[in-house]
């Protein structure tokens, strides 16, 4: 992406996804490499556009040199935060997805602004849900809190989630919540072992695309981030 990344480690994290049979994505952002993508900025819906296209472009040109597609796109940082309440911006990479690829689908925060979206423009999304950040009652992101949710508390969330489709929201109490994506951030690094210990790991297992869950590895950067997941009584073939 413009807020970070370079071809060689675009290629090497291709090549691992090929070793492991792992779906890929295109992460965008604002061109903003000083501030690693997370100060905002004010575009037009043709410099949206242009942008999204240009970056899914770099990646979709690697992937197929090595025989890959990729299946999905999602913002980063300042990108992301708009798009997660300005319908308009949102509506505007979602259209440029589409004009890129109509059979990409949309990774962003799960809400009312993507369903609204997606009932738009018909494309697919993946509504994203976070692990350790804070939710208020109107289910937004609580983004001016910079306290992360420890381990403990994220690997409960994971025990709620998938028992019973709630999530606990900053005034204490649960909201039903609906999520085809959770996002493990790094400053949670252990998170995957506690999966493995509380007995998780038969359920959040990586593996390809068509399976119950999608091990995402972040192709412009080195972290592992994400766990995508269809639950059991609601899987489907894309």
Known sequence: GFHAGDPLLIREYLLKCKEKNLTIGAHIGFNDIQGLGYRPME??????????????????????????????VRPHGAMYKIASENYDFSLSIAKAIQKFDKWLNYTCLGNEILENVSS??????????????????????????????????????????????????????????????????????NITKKIKMDGYSSILYPCAYNCFIILYFLIFSSSLRYFLFNLFNNFSFP
Not at 60 to 67: E, H, M, P, R, T
Not at 175 to 184: E, G, L, N, S, Y
């Open 120 to 189: 738009e423009t018909g494309i697919v999304v993946n509504r994203e849900l976070f692990i350790d950040k804070t939710y208020t009652q109107d289910f937004k992101v609580d983004w001016e809190n910079k306290t992360y949710i420890n381990e403990d508390d994220a690997l409960n969330r994971i025990r709620t989630i998938l028992h019973s489709s709630q999530i606990k929201i900053g005034n204490g109490m649960f909201m039903p919540i609906k999520a085809d994506t959770i996002h493990f951030d790094t400053k949670n690094p």
């Open 43 to 72: 575009l037009t819906p043709e410099e949206i556009e242009a942008i999204v296209i240009y970056q899914i472009g770099a990646l979709a040109s690697f992937a197929k040199s090595y025989n890959l597609v990729i299946d999905h």
